[in-house]
């Protein structure tokens, strides 16, 4: 059953009764010079009954397109029209947002290898323990919003969990309405959000939108489709889920190492769908010339790359997303 209905919602500090929103900080910790930090959350509590939407982006400090999806989400949405509630955490890392890095530099963590955290932890750990205890908890499903970086990546959708985990078919699901494209269907690390919510029952999954140094329109266009997608699939908002009719899953991703030096040039798009033994990429020399030939090694999609063409021999040309199958 939904958690959510005509009643208050709150988190930290931050309250909304229905029909309304409610936007602030929440102090989560103190800078060296005794100052406290804060994490911006918004509340969208819908007139209506239906279910909690969890939203959030930066947990990675350089994966900024979340921001701009969520800002565009919130003005969008109207709680005099919408069927339940969002709660959203535009920017999740302040202290890796601040500096410009994907780990939390006061303790040198990655956020998104902490959840579901510990009140008397690490920086990070505190963090991760707030917002699971006090929003992840309160949702219905999760929607964790990341990026490949600043390198460069496919939109994709990431399912943490296996099929025959708890909330494993349900985030699948919520996966394929999210509708990227591409969907990873491979089970992630100890300490993730899409594991550690859906360890509690509640379906999560973390998209991956491209990757830039900055903000990419075309990435951030795509993921507020896809948040709206998942909205109109829980009778949220008013339409129907438009996902791609046919979508690409992989259940492993392998980097592709060169043998010699130089310069790194591709043969084939982000996304190409290539047969085994098929070239994908060229190292050159500084004067063109071709000095190795780079064959996938599998039935595989070209998943991510480094945007800087310079490679030394054992280093990684690309990402592949191996044995892709269609739904």
Same mark, same amino acid.
């Given at each position: 059953?939904?958690?959510?209905?005509?009643?208050?919602?709150?988190?930290?500090?931050?309250?909304?009764?229905?029909?309304?929103?409610?936007?602030?900080?929440?102090?989560?910790?103190?800078?060296?010079?005794?100052?406290?930090?804060?994490?911006?959350?918004?509340?969208?509590?819908?007139?209506?009954?239906?279910?909690?939407?969890?939203?959030?982006?930066?947990?990675?400090?350089?994966?900024?397109?979340?921001?701009?999806?969520?800002?565009?989400?919130?003005?969008?949405?109207?709680?005099?029209?919408?069927?339940?509630?969002?709660?959203?955490?535009?920017?999740?890392?302040?202290?890796?947002?601040?500096?410009?890095?994907?780990?939390?530099?006061?303790?040198?963590?990655?956020?998104?290898?902490?959840?579901?955290?510990?009140?008397?932890?690490?920086?990070?750990?505190?963090?991760?323990?707030?917002?699971?205890?006090?929003?992840?908890?309160?949702?219905?499903?999760?929607?964790?919003?990341?990026?490949?970086?600043?390198?460069?990546?496919?939109?994709?959708?990431?399912?943490?969990?296996?099929?025959?985990?708890?909330?494993?078919?349900?985030?699948? #699901? =919520? $996966?394929?309405?999210? /509708?990227?494209?591409?969907?990873?269907?491979?089970? &992630?690390?100890? @300490?993730? !959000?899409?594991?550690?919510?859906?360890?509690?029952?509640?379906?999560?999954?973390?998209? #991956? =939108? $491209?990757?830039?140094? /900055?903000?990419?329109?075309?990435?951030?266009?795509? &993921?507020?489709? @896809?948040? !709206?997608?998942?909205?109109?699939?829980?009778?949220?908002?008013?339409?129907?889920?438009?996902?791609?009719?046919?979508?690409?899953?992989?259940?492993?991703?392998?980097?592709?190492?060169?043998?010699? @030096?130089? !310069?790194?040039?591709?043969?084939?798009?982000?996304?190409?769908?290539?047969?085994?033994?098929?070239?994908?990429?060229?190292?050159?020399?500084?004067?063109?010339?071709?000095?190795?030939?780079?064959?996938?090694?599998?039935?595989?999609?070209?998943?991510?790359?480094?945007?800087?063409?310079?490679?030394?021999?054992?280093?990684?040309?690309?990402?592949?997303?191996?044995?892709?199958?269609?739904?």
């Amino acid at each position: 059953m939904p958690k959510s209905g005509n009643q208050m919602l709150r988190v930290g500090p931050i309250a909304a009764p229905p029909g309304e929103r409610a936007e602030g900080y929440a102090e989560l910790g103190e800078w060296p010079n005794r100052q406290p930090w804060h994490i911006p959350i918004a509340i969208v509590n819908g007139a209506q009954y239906g279910p909690v939407a969890y939203v959030q982006a930066v947990s990675d400090g350089d994966e900024l397109n979340g921001i701009a999806v969520l800002q565009r989400i919130l003005r969008r949405l109207r709680p005099e029209r919408l069927r339940g509630a969002l709660i959203a955490v535009p920017l999740t890392n302040i202290p890796a947002f601040l500096a410009r890095r994907s780990e939390n530099p006061v303790d040198g963590k990655k956020l998104n290898r902490c959840f579901p955290g510990r009140a008397q932890g690490t920086s990070s750990e505190r963090i991760a323990y707030f917002l699971f205890r006090e929003a992840v908890q309160q949702a219905d499903f999760v929607i964790d919003l990341h990026q490949g970086g600043t390198g460069k990546m496919i939109d994709e959708c990431r399912v943490r969990v296996n099929q025959g985990d708890r909330a494993g078919p349900a985030s699948f #699901e =919520l $996966g394929r309405v999210f /509708g990227s494209g591409f969907i990873l269907h491979q089970r &992630g690390p100890d @300490g993730q !959000l899409a594991r550690a919510a859906p360890a509690q029952g509640i379906p999560a999954i973390d998209p #991956e =939108l $491209g990757g830039a140094c /900055g903000w990419d329109e075309s990435s951030i266009r795509k &993921g507020v489709r @896809g948040v !709206l997608n998942v909205f109109r699939h829980f009778g949220m908002i008013e339409g129907q889920p438009r996902p791609p009719k046919r979508q690409v899953v992989c259940r492993a991703l392998r980097p592709v190492l060169c043998r010699h @030096g130089g !310069l790194r040039a591709l043969r084939k798009p982000l996304g190409a769908l290539m047969k085994r033994g098929e070239v994908f990429a060229e190292i050159l020399d500084p004067f063109g010339g071709v000095v190795e030939e780079i064959r996938s090694p599998a039935h595989a999609v070209l998943w991510a790359y480094d945007p800087h063409p310079g490679v030394a021999s054992g280093q990684r040309v690309a990402t592949l997303g191996l044995r892709p199958t269609f739904i």
